[in-house]
């Protein structure tokens, strides 16, 4: 749980307002909070956060509804498949959307980290750290966000099993997750239902979909986590399973030179 973080006296009340939400708004279905936080609790303050992969385009068009003007924050690492810009293009005009955010790494730091382009391969979170979490956070102060809404899923990896519709981070930014008790089932009936557009790459055996470097298909039977970082099993132990967007990055700040 993000609420581990918790440790001021600033935190503490984020963390409370979290409690308050949290029971305030657990009737609520994933279309009434979107509108909630959207219009309401977080007015002005909250954006999309989305990686346009596979299951993106239904949570995007759920917040389009409400307003197409929300800040979608699309993280462009400069390593996604070519596949998955043009899908950007793609929802961008089909949604009409009209505030699509690309958050680029930061050339200094891509210069002096990684000049080949290689770190994923032999350092994948600090790669993560440089081309999603720091982007992420420089956006956020920019932009004034208090709050993101996340895809993330409950059933997607034992980190997330228990997430509710609210956390808060190390930094006071909150996530919501509409979608955090939905199946697989109800996804994709969902997404029919809306007539939407996969991504491309779906159709190749592709379930979760990230950096080109650090995906694979997993094909119709396989567990879409396992198509992500599976590299990393040999280089930490373990798959990498979280790209630290969402977790306390505060240790990794050594990374920023
Ligand atoms: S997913 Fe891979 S390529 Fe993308 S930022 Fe992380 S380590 Fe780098």
């Known amino acids: 749980m993000l609420d581990n973080f918790i440790n001021t006296e600033i935190d503490k009340k984020a963390l409370a307002r979290v409690q308050r939400m949290e029971a305030f708004y657990s009737g609520f279905d994933a279309e009434q909070l979107i509108k ?3 219009n309401q609790e977080f007015k002005n303050e909250v954006a999309l956060f989305s990686s346009f992969g596979a299951h993106s ?3 995007i068009d759920m917040v389009a509804e409400v307003n197409p003007k929300t800040p979608i924050l699309f993280l462009d690492t400069e390593k996604h498949f070519a596949k998955t810009y043009e899908y950007v293009e793609q929802i961008t ?3 009409c959307l009209k505030n699509v955010h690309f958050l680029k790494p930061d050339p200094k730091l891509v210069k002096n980290t990684d000049p080949n382009g290689e770190l994923w391969s032999i350092q994948p979170n600090r790669c993560c750290w440089m081309r999603k979490v720091e982007p992420l956070q420089r956006a956020i102060k920019e932009l004034g966000i208090k709050a993101l809404i996340t895809g993330r899923k409950r059933y997607q990896t034992s980190e997330r099993n228990d997430m509710g519709y609210f956390q808060v981070d190390a930094d006071g930014i909150f996530r919501i997750n509409p979608l955090a008790f939905w199946d697989k089932d109800k996804i994709a009936k969902e997404f029919k239902f809306r007539q939407l557009p996969q991504h491309p790459l779906v ?3 592709y379930k979760s979909i990230g950096c080109e470097p650090c995906t694979i298909p ?6 879409e986590r396992d198509g992500r970082w599976a590299h990393t099993a040999d280089l930490y132990g373990e798959q990498k399973s979280e790209c630290g967007i969402h977790l306390d990055e505060k240790t990794t700040s050594d990374w920023s030179v």
């Open 218 to 223: 997993v094909g119709e039977n396989g567990d």
């Open 93 to 95: 005009k089909k949604l």
């Open 203 to 205: 159709a190749e055996g």
């Open 57 to 59: 385009a239904l949570l």
């Open 36 to 38: 909630t936080v959207i």
